[in-house]
């Protein structure tokens, strides 16, 4: 330190002598400035102030402004007519000057690593005029760096990695630390790395700052990650510089330098007979202290018994071994496999042969466990041909199947009856033999597809099954007819020995030496005068005429029996021939159609108008019976009065009392919906009875009481008024009966004709006909004089 402030104080020694050099002319006399009338001789005057730059210590922290230099001009006298002005970066702000004497300070401090120098300019005025004397001046204050920043690194903490097992001097990472300090200005910028912490395992170059490694053979499998300090240190690394540090995390990578090897050095293993193809028996795994791809395996079967009955892969992570059924297993043929399997490394480091062998081998030992399996067929199909003309009972195969397991249990047959929904067939349940119980028929359907199913006596659960394929052939049980011609025709203008028609016949029987048919007539008609039949030879035949002349008028059909016959069948079949009219070319006009057609005499118009007579015809029987419907209508003169007195007229008589659907009683609760006056007559129809209720008590239709009294005087107002009228019905509705209680005591109850005798009618024997009538009695029989009323 103590060279750092002489150094300091030789500076400010030599600033201060540069600056108190005296000006060497002057500007003029003050005479000749204040001379009135006179211009001012103007004249070029040598600068008369000098000086260089100005170099001042950063970071200075005393308690009085620091003090850089000192402005002087030889025109001041020192009498205070002289000002110094100072302006530039920082004037006034950083630096100041003492505008009498020029002395300049700094009153803020300074860093060079903000700023290193600092552009000002200066002048001297007039303090009166505040005229320049000197033309403005520039000068540079420059800040002179002192050792105050340490070196950093920037990007830390650094993380790197570097193989295992790597040789020494391996370079891991190169650091790089940065110091703010000037690196022109003495040691203050150059920077020295050593190692603090990583020994010995890493070093560090002093001044490149690489790192490396220092130790040989270093195995991630013991450890992985190492943390090492490293610090930057300023002044070459000397005592009094600034040091920084950081931290790099190294982590060993792998490489394939251990061997796998096998958690087991045997595997034992079981799957069930009935497994599939491709079931897993077992995992197996040959450990590997090595990481990712080092670790990565390939497993086969090398040797052993059961190498083609299992199979041996790799799962998706490359580290174990999957091992599979390659062939269907049976535990009565072979009950347990030896397998001798090999586990390698897939990826190998030629540097390390001498670590190896990088695989193992083990040994698997798999057991087959016993199933209960369902029974096994002889055959995996059966394919079976039967003649049609098969008797009912043939046996047609005898099927055989066997449990497989050691128990030999015993097997029973059936048929899967959704394939022989028609029950053709039957089969024995103990011996298996396939027999028919129905007629086949070829014709009808050619194959037989069924399921016949086996199963264990003891354990139904096992079930086998198996098809069955049985062709029906063809037997020659059908004869042949004709096909698709049964109608033919000949014109009138045919002559004799014309071909009329070619026929064919067809067989639904499909013989192995194909069809031939043999043509003929009947034996009534082979020797008729019209036509005869020549059987070509190759399965069909002509039709030709033996006459000519032929006439619609005398004959228009005519019928030709043929005999058709193949080696064993034989049939007949009638063709139909028609007398037709044709052209000279042969194409038929007209055929025989008197039974279809209208007479020559009768035109299209004539049968038009007949048709228009009978539509008119059926329009007035339709209105007639319409006009009679609507007469038979009941017609009443006043609807609104009569709203409960409808008329219903009946050409037969009713149920009697049990017939309630005339009329609705319940219209009856509202008296006040018509009131007729008891004077008026009716009109609409001539009077049928005379009125029935004379000889209700008038006490009745006066007296009345109750809850129901509303009802009461609406009725007796509806029988006082149909005595008054003698067009009126004598209740609400009349039903007219030709007999009436058909079966009972009452015979008819029928009041027509009544107004024809002048007798009063008496209807006390209604008390005597029971419950069902007691409502009429109360109505229309003769009452006590103390009898209370009847509603």
Excluded at 224 to 239: F, H, L, P, T, W
Excluded at 291 to 315: K, L, Q
Excluded at 631 to 639: I, N, Y
Excluded at 693 to 706: D, E, I, N
Aim: charged letters at 25%.
């Amino acid at each position: 330190m103590g060279h750092r402030f002489r150094l300091r104080s030789l500076l400010l020694t030599v600033v201060l002598g540069v600056l108190s050099l005296l000006p060497h002319s002057l500007l003029g006399s003050p005479g000749e400035e204040t001379a009135a009338g006179r211009s001012p001789l103007l004249r070029r005057v040598k600068r008369g102030w000098v000086w260089n730059q100005f170099f001042v210590l950063e970071e200075y922290t005393g308690l009085e402004p620091l003090y850089i230099g000192k402005l002087h001009s030889d025109m001041d006298k020192g009498d205070g007519s002289i000002k110094y002005i100072l302006t530039g970066e920082g004037a006034g702000t950083t630096f100041t000057i003492d505008d009498n004497t020029g002395d300049i300070h700094a009153i803020q401090r300074l860093d060079r690593e903000m700023k290193a120098q600092y552009v000002l300019r200066a002048q001297a005025r007039n303090r009166l005029t505040d005229r320049p004397l000197e033309p403005e001046s520039e000068f540079i204050v420059k800040i002179q760096d002192i050792n105050d920043n340490e070196p950093r690194f920037l990007d830390g903490p650094y993380w790197a990695t570097v193989p295992e097992m790597s040789q020494i001097g391996t370079s891991v990472i190169q650091l790089t630390a940065t110091d703010a300090d000037d690196p022109t200005y003495g040691n203050s910028a150059r920077v020295v790395y050593s190692i603090l912490e990583g020994q010995p395992y890493f070093s560090v170059d002093a001044k490149t700052g690489v790192l490396r490694v220092s130790l040989a053979d270093m195995d991630r499998e013991t450890r992985e990650n190492y943390s090492v300090v490293i610090q930057a240190k300023d002044m070459g690394g000397q005592m009094g510089g600034l040091a920084g540090t950081t931290t790099v995390n190294i982590t060993l990578t792998d490489i394939n330098d251990n061997p796998p090897m096998f958690d087991q050095r045997l595997y034992q293993m079981s799957i069930p007979e009935a497994a599939p193809m491709g079931s897993v028996v077992g995992r197996i795994w040959a450990k590997d202290r090595d990481i990712g791809i080092n670790a990565e395996m390939r497993y086969s079967i090398i040797d052993g018994d059961g190498r083609d009955t299992f199979d041996v892969s790799t799962d998706p992570t490359n580290l174990f071994g999957i091992i599979t059924v390659k062939k269907p297993l049976d535990f009565e043929t072979k009950p347990s496999y030896t397998l001798k399997v090999e586990g390698a490394n897939t990826q190998v480091d030629p540097l390390f042969h001498h670590h190896g062998p990088f695989k193992d081998v083990t040994i698997v030992h798999v057991s087959v466990e016993d199933v209960d399996e369902p029974p096994l067929f002889d055959s995996p199909g059966y394919y079976i041909e039967l003649p049609e003309d098969a008797e009912i009972g043939t046996v047609v195969k005898t099927v055989s199947a066997r449990d497989p397991d050691s128990a030999n249990n015993t097997v029973r047959y059936s048929i899967e009856r959704t394939n022989d929904l028609d029950k053709y067939f039957y089969i024995d349940i103990t011996s298996g033999a396939l027999m028919t119980v129905r007629t086949l028929d070829r014709e009808e359907m050619s194959w037989h597809n069924i399921t016949v199913l086996a199963m264990e006596m003891n354990n139904p659960s096992q079930i086998a099954s198996v098809s069955v394929a049985i062709k029906i052939t063809d037997v020659n049980d059908n004869p042949p007819s004709l096909t698709h011609y049964l109608e033919a025709y000949v014109c009138e203008n045919a002559k004799a020995g014309q071909l009329i028609q070619m026929v064919t016949a067809v067989d639904v029987d499909e013989p192995q030496g194909g069809q031939h048919f043999y043509y003929s007539l009947a034996p009534e008609a082979a020797n008729n005068p019209n036509f005869t039949l020549r059987d070509n030879q190759d399965n069909t035949a002509w039709v030709l005429t033996r006459r000519g002349g032929w006439s619609q008028q005398q004959q228009t059909v005519f019928h030709l029996p043929i005999i058709i016959s193949d080696s064993e069948h034989t049939s007949t079949s009638t063709l139909t021939i028609r007398v037709c009219s044709c052209d000279h070319e042969g194409n038929v006009l007209s055929c025989n159609a008197e039974a279809y057609s209208l007479p020559a005499s009768l035109s299209r118009g004539a049968l038009i108008a007949i048709l228009a007579c009978i539509f008119v015809l059926l329009v007035m029987i339709l209105l007639m019976l319409s006009l009679r419907t609507h007469r038979k209508k009941t017609f009443l003169c006043d609807e609104e009065e009569n709203v409960h007195e409808n008329i219903v007229r009946y050409d037969d008589e009713g149920g009697g009392e049990e017939d309630t659907e005339a009329f609705d009683i319940a219209a009856m609760w509202n008296p006040r919906e018509a009131h007729h006056h008891p004077g008026k007559m009716r009109q609409d129809m001539l009077p049928e009875i005379e009125s029935l209720s004379r000889y209700v008590p008038q006490a009745c239709v006066l007296g009345g009481g109750g809850g129901d009294s509303s009802v009461h005087g609406y009725v007796l107002a509806k029988l006082l008024e149909a005595d008054l009228d003698l067009c009126a019905p004598p209740y609400d509705s009349l039903q007219t009966y030709a007999y009436e209680g058909e079966g009972s005591v009452a015979e008819s109850l029928s009041s027509l004709q009544s107004g024809t005798s002048n007798t009063d009618h008496e209807y006390d024997y209604l008390n005597d006909w029971g419950p069902r009538f007691r409502k009429l009695a109360e109505m229309y029989g003769v009452l006590e004089a103390n009898s209370p009323p009847l509603w």
